[in-house]
């Protein structure tokens, strides 16, 4: 009889929701944050403001029949935006090309704004400056 197998132990995940690694007995969800324009302003007077477009979508750890949490939608759309508002113009157009720096900044963003957040990954569907 072979041994039992221990990498299932803990919850069993459904509906394509995986087990967490980084918060044990929860499973992995997606918290989208559809595509979102914020306004940054360029650093040359005449020159127009320059628009972000982004698209996320957060993958966060909750129980297995718990969903994202309502009440914290606006409050992460809002630590989202300001962080790309507060980017200089250049690291924004920098960003274009260094997608993983821009994913490890912005998830270092989110911890320390809310540090309790569930947040294992960040998933850009889209990023585009115009």
């Not at 809310?114 to 960040?122: D, G, K, L, N, Q």
Request: net charge neutral; glycine share 4%.
């Amino acid at each position: 009889m072979p041994p039992p197998d221990t990498h299932s132990i803990g919850t069993t995940p459904q509906k394509g929701s995986q087990a967490s690694q980084l918060h044990p007995g929860k499973v992995r969800k997606k918290w989208p944050f559809p595509a979102f324009i914020i306004p940054v302003n360029n650093p040359d007077s005449d020159q127009p403001v320059t628009f972000v477009l982004v698209d996320i979508t957060l993958i966060a750890s909750f129980a297995e029949q718990e969903d994202p949490p309502a009440d914290k939608k606006i409050f992460v759309r809002d630590i989202i935006y300001q962080f790309f508002q507060n980017k200089p113009l250049e690291e924004l157009r920098r960003y274009s090309l260094a997608r993983g720096e821009m994913n490890k900044e912005l998830r270092a963003w989110l911890q320390k704004q809310w540090p309790e957040a569930p947040i294992e990954s960040i998933i850009f569907n889209q990023y585009h400056l115009s």
